[in-house]
């Protein structure tokens, strides 16, 4: 793994984390209230302190604003004249603008959408059509910290933290565009938290989001149709098990702490045994869920082998004992998907299979995920968007490109 050297040379874990966790808040120009920021308890408790009004009022609202779109207060025709000229007076509906949308060939549908007062960030979104359902793939950071040597979002650095606002208007812009009325014209049926960036380091933004995408008055998704995906912030999905009950996956990609801290970094600090502990308390503390997806790229004689398989089928096996329930582990298998620069490659088709039948055969549910959208680079691990990147990240990876003799326009 020559060409991989540079996995080894990753800055302290700990200071990076923590920096994110400070979550570098946007300066927010307007001093009006940002409705799309508001959970449901946050629009309860803006109606009735701010604005004086009864809890209702902000039911209203929340319909007008994620089952109609509509933005503007005069358009919300019942509500009374005086109360449209406090909303007016006090709040505003912004959301994000589209840079631009790309339809792929195969039906999935990719978003550019700029964020906030600091115009020139830009994060990606994508829609994933597929028999009956309609999934939502949704970014969290504009860009991402930690690293993961494997994924394209990592080389474009980190910027900051979205907002509620702007992770609820990834899925309100494109519920609109796609013409999703909820509990009637159900085009959107699942959000995975897999667009950009890490969920976990932006707890409280991400959660309320996802309690907007799972209330009536929002999106109305059932909580298993809304998965948040993590690299495996141990201390962090013990806090989710305790807010919400939605659908987990881990990114694994490695099934012992060798490989594992080669491509995931954040290993180091959560190794898999804590890891893997960490998710059975989150079955627990959720009675309704009997699962947890486990997230694993193929990559050609990286992960691929074998005994790659054979010990992550031990783990899967390990996982159900402790979780004390059958196929409390799932295995999603993703192809590695290319970006310009990688020195990966996607494991051959006939790897893939074998890597899956020895889990099938060991009684592990294991799919294969389809790519999808990589004509318009809008796969997993392919996200980049406009990141201006604050670690200086972009401008390492260009050095190392530079030095391996991969020409500029790969940056
Ligand atoms: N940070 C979170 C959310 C991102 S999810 C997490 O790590 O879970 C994006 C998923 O795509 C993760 O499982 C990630 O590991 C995977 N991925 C990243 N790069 C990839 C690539 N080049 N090919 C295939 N999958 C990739």
Same mark, same amino acid.
Not at 159 to 186: C, S
Not at 231 to 237: A, E, T
Not at 277 to 293: F, I
């Given at each position: ?16 984390? *923590? ?68 909303? %007016?007076?006090? /709040? ?8 631009? +949308?790309?339809?792929? *060939? ?47 979002? /990592? ?6 933290? !979205?907002?509620? /606002? ?14 999703? #009325? ?8 699942? #959000? #995975? ?12 933004? =991400? ?30 999905? +013990? ?22 801290? %080669? ?9 898999? *045994?804590? !890891? ?25 004689? =990286? ?9 992550? /089928? ?14 409390? $582990? ?43 959208? +990589? ?9 980049? $968007?406009? =990141? ?5 990240? %972009? ?17």
């Amino acid at each position: 793994m020559s060409s991989h050297g540079e996995h080894t040379d990753f800055a302290p874990i700990p200071l990076k984390l *923590a920096e994110q966790a400070q979550g570098a808040a946007v300066a927010v120009v307007s001093t009006k209230q940002n409705l799309l920021d508001l959970d449901r308890e946050g629009m309860e408790k803006f109606f009735v302190e701010t604005l004086g009004e009864q809890k209702f009022r902000a039911h209203q609202v929340m319909k007008w604003i994620h089952h109609r779109y509509v933005t503007d207060f005069e358009q919300m025709t019942d509500l009374g004249k005086n109360l449209r000229a406090k909303l %007016q007076e006090h /709040a505003e509906v912004v959301v994000p603008n589209v840079v631009f +949308d790309k339809p792929s *060939a195969d039906g999935t549908h990719k978003w550019l959408l700029g964020m906030g007062v600091d115009g020139k960030n830009a994060v990606e979104t994508v829609y994933i059509p597929d028999k009956g359902r309609g999934t939502l793939c949704v970014s969290s950071q504009v860009g991402c910290g930690l690293n993961c040597s494997f994924c394209s979002t /990592a080389t474009q650095g980190f910027n900051r933290n !979205l907002t509620t /606002a702007e992770i609820i208007g990834q899925v309100w812009i494109t519920a609109r565009h796609l013409g999703n #009325v909820p509990a009637q014209i159900r085009r959107l049926t699942n #959000v #995975v938290m897999m667009g950009m960036g890490e969920p976990l380091l932006n707890f409280d933004n =991400v959660v309320r989001a996802m309690n907007i995408m799972r209330d009536d008055l929002g999106y109305g998704l059932a909580s298993k149709r809304v998965t948040l995906s993590t690299s495996g912030l141990v201390p962090m999905i +013990d806090r989710l098990s305790t807010e919400t009950d939605v659908a987990l996956a881990i990114s694994l990609h490695a099934p012992n702490d060798e490989l594992r801290g %080669q491509l995931i970094p954040l290993n180091r600090k959560y190794p898999v *045994a804590e !890891l893997m502990a960490s998710c059975v308390r989150y079955l627990r503390a959720n009675k309704k869920r009997d699962s947890v997806t486990f997230e694993y790229t193929l990559m050609k004689g =990286v992960n691929d082998q074998p005994e790659h398989a054979r010990q992550l /089928a031990q783990l899967m096996r390990k996982f159900d004992n402790a979780a004390q329930l059958k196929n409390a $582990g799932k295995v999603n298998l993703i192809p590695f998907n290319p970006f310009p620069g990688t020195g990966y490659e996607r494991s051959p088709e006939e790897d893939i299979r074998a890597f899956q039948k020895l889990l099938l055969d060991s009684g592990v549910l294991t799919m294969v995920r389809r790519t999808r959208g +990589d004509d318009i680079d809008a796969a997993c691990g392919q996200l980049k $968007g406009q =990141v201006m990147d604050r670690t200086r990240r %972009q401008a390492e990876f260009k050095r190392k490109l530079q030095a391996r003799g991969v020409g500029d326009a790969a940056a």
